[in-house]
């Protein structure tokens, strides 16, 4: 496959978001088909993996560990910390905490479920805004001294707080949906990576599913699909973004490639520095997305998805109050 680089390290220019192999749309999916969907990908080329602390409260960690360890000196390995599941009477819940012990203790924990010595890419999953970023990333710092981590990355942050960060330690990449239909980092910190040589990592690249082919049921999803809770997939604004996709299909069909190859194509033509992580459950989808490498488009192409498809024709937050309050990423 192509390569891009990430930072130091050269990888696949598509990678795989390990979301979706323990959580977050859909059904559960199962110990076998998570470890059918992470060996498919490594079998086809792809050498950027990303998860999370938080995915499935550490199941994705503990999936990519046990299928893939023995293949660790072949990928880049990138997680995050700074928001995990902790253990409470009711139950575990979701906590975002970046103080330098929660850092340290996420790192540790992350370090054993991935049966690995040390994390390639180890983001900032949130910044949490009760403590300065300048923490936060000064802990991380010391667990590259300590040779536990080799480059540190943050997620969805805005220009200003990139740059708090770079002053107390090199920031490798930033990560931020980016997509079609959420433009967001075209504010300020897409430029503001470019600007220090920062490699860009574009999750939710097919627009949660939304640009990957057949329309989707939003009635049919599974309860705990975090979709639910999105308010583009909210019944008056979905049914406005339906009729996105009639043109958004034909220009796939011009092109001759897929919905979901096209989606990524164009990622992949807004630079060198931007390196999509679709995720997916299944080993169809997988390598449609792959396939997406090969696609060319040209500027009339690009011109007409620009116009099609961006943030006056979408309707709808991509985040609810909540989730919005949470993240630190510019909105138009």
Not at 160 to 173: F, S
Not at 261 to 275: C, E, K, N, R, S
Not at 303 to 311: F, G, H, S, V
């Amino acid at each position: 496959m192509n390569q891009r680089q990430l930072g130091p390290f050269s990888v696949s220019a598509i990678g795989l978001g390990c979301m979706n192999i323990c959580h977050a749309y859909g059904a559960p999916v199962s110990k076998e088909q998570a470890e059918r969907v992470l060996l498919t990908a490594f079998d086809e080329g792809v050498t950027h993996f990303d998860t999370a602390a938080l995915y499935g409260f550490g199941a994705s960690e503990t999936h990519v560990g046990h299928v893939l360890a023995k293949h660790r000196q072949k990928f880049t390995l990138a997680s995050k910390g700074g928001m995990a599941g902790v253990q409470f009477d009711d139950g575990v819940k979701r906590v975002i905490d970046g103080r330098p012990e929660a850092i340290r203790r996420n790192c540790e924990d992350s370090l054993r479920r991935l049966k690995t010595d040390v994390i390639d890419l180890y983001y900032l999953h949130r910044w949490d805004k009760q403590v300065p970023v300048e923490d936060s990333v000064g802990a991380m710092s010391d667990l590259v001294r300590a040779g536990k981590v080799r480059a540190l990355g943050l997620s969805e942050v805005s220009a200003a707080t990139l740059r708090k960060a770079q002053a107390v330690h090199p920031i490798t990449a930033v990560q931020t949906e980016y997509s079609l239909w959420t433009r967001n980092p075209e504010i300020a910190v897409l430029d503001t990576c470019r600007e220090f040589g920062i490699a860009f990592v574009a999750f939710s690249p097919v627009a949660r599913g939304f640009l990957c082919g057949p329309d989707l049921d939003v009635s049919a999803f599974d309860a705990k699909d975090i979709r639910r809770a999105m308010p583009r997939f909210a019944p008056e604004h979905f049914a406005a973004n339906l009729k996105l996709l009639p043109a958004y299909r034909a220009i796939a069909n011009d092109v001759g490639c897929t919905p979901a190859q096209l989606a990524l194509a164009w990622l992949l033509h807004q630079g060198p520095d931007v390196l999509p992580i679709p995720g997916t459950s299944r080993e169809d989808h997988l390598r449609d997305n792959l396939g997406a490498v090969d696609v060319a488009l040209d500027a009339a192409t690009l011109a007409r998805l620009d116009e099609l498809i961006n943030q006056r024709t979408v309707s709808g937050s991509r985040y609810n109050e909540q989730s919005n309050r949470e993240v630190d990423t510019e909105t138009y």
